[in-house]
């Protein structure tokens, strides 16, 4: 009975191992303060799934972009002071090799966050505050 009750442990363990999360606030960010900045908000969602994408646009005002597929660009023009979050939800097709998210963050052109994930459930969560 001990050894069923250990194999069905390992088994739930072992199946939680294809759940990915990258979450992360960094904060007002340190660059040269400017009345307006780029932010460039990119994903790459892979061919045979598609995720839900949500991000801030001007005044804060949250967008949310369901069932995209492909590439996701998007640049906005944001006032000084503003918070910045960047969410994508997403579950990957279970290929060979991997499928993975490649998810980025650019202000002015200069990178803040740039991740690659890979699992089954893929989150991806990344906030801050231009100066």
């Known amino acids: 009975m001990k050894k069923i009750l250990y194999l069905l442990l390992i088994t739930i363990i072992a199946s939680s191992c294809s759940y990915t999360v990258y979450d992360m606030n960094r904060g007002p960010l340190k660059i040269a303060q400017k009345p307006t900045y780029q932010v460039e908000y990119m ?10 994408i949500t991000y801030i646009n001007k005044g804060n005002v949250k967008y949310i972009e369901q069932k995209y597929t492909g590439k996701f660009d998007k640049t906005i023009e944001l006032p000084s002071g503003q918070n910045i979050k960047f969410t994508v939800d997403v579950k990957l097709p279970k290929t060979t090799p991997a499928s993975k998210l490649a998810t980025f963050i650019k202000v002015d052109g200069e990178i803040v966050s740039e991740q690659i994930q890979t699992g089954k459930n893929v989150k991806y969560r990344f906030e801050f505050k231009l100066p």
């Open 43 to 52: 994903t790459d969602i892979p061919a045979g799934t598609t995720a839900t």
